[in-house]
């Protein structure tokens, strides 16, 4: 069975920000999103590839549309919380997704305690639609974002961001570069600050969810948030 570890001691310098400073951390190490918390940070990426058992599990699910959770669980319960809260089309497919659920439960508790966070609300979601399709901040504290499967959530840096616009519903107003536009990628390890954030208000990380594609099937989104205070 393949160990995905996200708990692991950071090694010396392996946070880094953008040339000359900025909001967005990327990461080598788990333990690194922990810059998150930091003044002036918004976004912080752990960019790993997707582990090649979750991959190949997925690959194998034959009705990816079914499989879905929504639950609160703690960094204590989540495997066990996992298999009865995760909804699949049959066995077969159930247990392909054994590899996902062991990354999933490890995400919940790397989030829990980056965030300090008591309790955690997962949501999984089979996305067939556009979802998220205008440019917005989310009205929460910290969220965990993580595409397994499909394309990855759109961001914008923030000298990118028209800050009058967002929920206008006009992404042409609200993105002053298209070609600023960033992408994260199937595996990669995001958590957004959003506007609930102590301090915040009004420099929530914008982002969207990618144009649907029907062709390629339904994308596979895991959200996680923390409670609020």
């Known amino acids: 069975m393949e160990r995905i570890d996200l708990m692991e001691r950071p090694p010396a310098g392996g946070a880094e920000h953008p040339a000359g ?9 788990a333990g690194h ?3 998150i918390a930091g003044p002036g940070v918004t976004l912080a990426i752990r960019e790993r590839a997707l582990p090649a058992a979750v991959a190949s599990g997925i690959a194998a699910v034959r009705a990816l549309s079914a499989v879905g959770a929504g639950f609160e669980t703690t960094a204590a ?3 066990a919380d996992l ?6 089309a049959d066995a077969a497919d159930r247990a392909a997704l054994a590899p996902l659920l062991r990354d999933v439960a490890l995400l919940v508790r790397c989030f829990a305690g980056i965030t300090g966070a008591a309790r955690v609300t ?11 399709r205008y440019f917005h901040a989310d009205h929460v ?3 965990l974002l993580c595409t397994y499967r499909g394309a990855g959530t759109l961001w914008l840096p923030d000298d990118a961001v028209n800050r009058a616009a967002p929920g206008s519903g006009d992404n042409d107003a609200i993105v002053r570069n298209p070609g600023r536009i960033r992408a994260l990628a199937p595996g990669h390890v995001a958590l957004l600050k959003g506007e609930a954030w102590p301090g915040n208000r009004g420099r929530g990380i ?3 969810s990618p144009p649907a594609d029907p062709r390629r099937g339904p994308r596979l989104l895991l959200c996680l ?3 609020r205070d």
Not at 21 to 29: D, E, I, L, S, Y
Not at 122 to 132: D, H, M, Q
């Open 83 to 88: 298999p009865g809260a995760v909804t699949a």
């Open 21 to 29: 400073g900025g909001h967005v951390v990327r990461c080598r190490a």
């Open 33 to 35: 999103l922990r810059a």
């Open 77 to 79: 319960r989540v495997r």
């Open 206 to 208: 914008v982002h969207r």
């Open 122 to 132: 997962v949501r999984l979601e089979a996305v067939t639609g556009n979802g998220c």
């Open 225 to 227: 948030d923390h409670e």
């Open 141 to 143: 504290g910290i969220r």
